[in-house]
C-alpha cells in the first residue's frame, strides 16, 4: 500500500462523519474500501494480460485522480461512497503490477 492509501483508510470514516454520514455508514464505507480491493486485483490481472500493464496501471491512478478531484469538490453522502468505493477498487490493484 502507498502513503495515500493509509491517508484515506485512517481519515475515511472521520471525514464522513464530519460531513454528516452516521458513524455506522461511515464505518460501512470503510468496509466497502477495503472488501472491493479483491476485485479490484482479480479484474486487473486479467485486464494486464490483455492490455499490457502500464495501460492498467495508469487506469487505476486516472481512477484515484479523478475520485480524489471529485471529494474535493462535492462532500454529499453519494460522492462519499463513490470515493470510498473508488479508492477501495483501485488501492491494492496496481500492488502486484508494478514490478512487473
Known sequence: ???????????????????????????NMLA???L????GVL???PMADHTGVKAVVVLSFVLRVL???????FTDHTSIWAFALA?????IMTAPLNPS
Open 32 to 34: 466497502w474500501f477495503g
Open 1 to 27: 500500500m502507498r502513503s495515500h492509501d493509509f491517508f484515506v483508510t485512517t481519515h475515511l470514516v472521520p471525514f464522513a462523519t464530519d460531513n454528516g454520514v452516521t458513524a455506522a455508514t461511515a464505518s
Open 36 to 39: 472491493l480491493g479483491f476485485p
Open 87 to 91: 479508492i477501495g477498487f483501485s488501492s
Open 43 to 45: 479484474i486487473a490481472g
Open 67 to 73: 475520485a480524489f478531484l471529485m471529494i474535493l469538490f
